[in-house]
């Protein structure tokens, strides 16, 4: 039934047909599946078939997070985060990103080491930033991997170190991440870290402009001041 549901409503392999993807989610969800709970909320959260609303999303997120489906909990953490369409709470939030980190939700502690770095919400500490960070890069987290490098370039509780810096750039780049290309081009240039190379500096710049479809007054890189 849930599969059903979800190729009428994506149309994958079968012609498009909301209704039809709705009414076999729905009777997979009555027969306990949290995961067609979590894709009828998911439906309202997108707006196919039927009125974006995250408020109507909410009773049928909240059906599938009691389930223990470990998405429905992870968007409960970002409903209370935010208060959407829940009273804010930033406990509750914390709690289900715990949670869903601990069962391999990169993202989730992605966000908590977001909150702690920036004091949303939470007193700032630099620590648990970075130790959220770190648990975040070792599930295969790129924005993490960037920040992590970030921590090192600025001696941010841990000891400067620009090679360390460089590396998490790297590897956060070989994942695809545009602004760690960003950073690889900058410390090309200036030879932090790795050994001074304008020409990597060029080329890892340009592709970062490629991917983000942006300008970039490459003359700062002849002068220095990237």
Do not use: H
């Not at 340009?206 to 890189?221: D, G, P, W």
């Amino acid at each position: 039934q849930f599969n059903l549901g979800v190729m009428y409503s994506r149309g994958e392999g079968v012609e498009q047909d909301n209704e039809k993807g709705k009414e076999f989610l729905q009777k997979a969800a009555d027969l306990g599946d949290s995961d067609a709970w979590f894709q009828l909320g998911n439906l309202y959260v997108i707006g196919r078939g039927v009125e974006q609303s995250y408020s109507k999303s909410l009773p049928f997120i909240q059906k599938a997070a009691e389930l223990k489906n470990l998405y429905a909990i992870y968007m409960m953490g970002l409903y209370y985060q935010d208060g959407t369409g829940v009273e804010k709470d930033v406990n509750k939030a914390i709690e289900c990103f715990k949670f869903t980190g601990e069962n391999g939700n990169s993202e989730a502690y992605f966000n908590l080491g977001e909150m702690y770095d920036k004091g949303l919400d939470v007193e700032k500490n630099d620590y648990l930033a970075f130790d959220y960070f770190q648990k975040s890069a070792e599930l295969g987290n790129s924005k993490a991997l960037v920040k992590i490098g970030t921590f090192y370039a600025d001696g941010k509780c841990v000891e400067k170190d620009y090679k360390r810096a460089f590396e998490c750039f790297e590897k956060s780049a070989k994942k695809g991440n545009p602004n760690a290309l960003f950073y690889l081009g900058c410390y090309y240039a200036k030879g932090k870290g790795v050994e001074k190379n304008m020409a990597k500096a060029i080329e890892t710049l340009l592709e970062f402009t490629r991917i983000r479809k942006s300008n970039f007054n490459f003359n700062l890189v002849y002068e220095g001041n990237v």
